[in-house]
């Protein structure tokens, strides 16, 4: 439940984000800052997985389980926010649904991987 509770947390706080500074990030005019929102999504990724799976002291197979547990509330949230992403995201054109899109795809993804990461310990 811990790892489901954060990845609701996270996802919040992104969704947070977007809908308040998203126009900085995600905006047809500045292809700077496009690249770089997903470029920052990688090792923001990893500061936000990594650490707690050490901290939790996960073995392999539940270093998996909590990536796929932190990525799982986002998803199925996101699929209602990307349906009504003009009501959600008032602050950003229209047609960047498909660049968020596939930046959300991008960051569930390197959550998945998170839980892929050798630490060293065995699964069991």
Not at 25 to 45: E, G, K, R, S
Not at 89 to 113: C, E, H, K, R, T
Request: proline share 4%; glycine share 6%.
């Amino acid at each position: 439940m811990f790892f489901l509770f954060w990845g609701f947390l996270v996802w919040l706080g992104a969704t947070a984000i977007f809908r308040f500074l998203g126009q900085f990030f995600f905006t047809p005019d500045n292809t700077f800052f496009l690249v770089a929102a997903y470029v920052i999504v990688v090792p923001l990724i990893l500061v936000i997985t990594l650490p707690l799976y050490r901290y939790k002291k996960l073995n392999a197979f539940n270093q998996l389980k909590a990536a796929v547990f932190i990525a799982l509330p986002g998803m199925v949230f996101d699929v209602i926010v990307l349906i009504y992403f003009a009501e959600f995201f008032v602050n950003l054109d229209p047609g960047m649904d498909q660049f968020f899109a596939s930046w959300l795809l991008l960051a569930y993804s390197v959550i998945l991987l998170t839980g892929l990461i050798s630490n060293g310990k065995q699964r069991s």
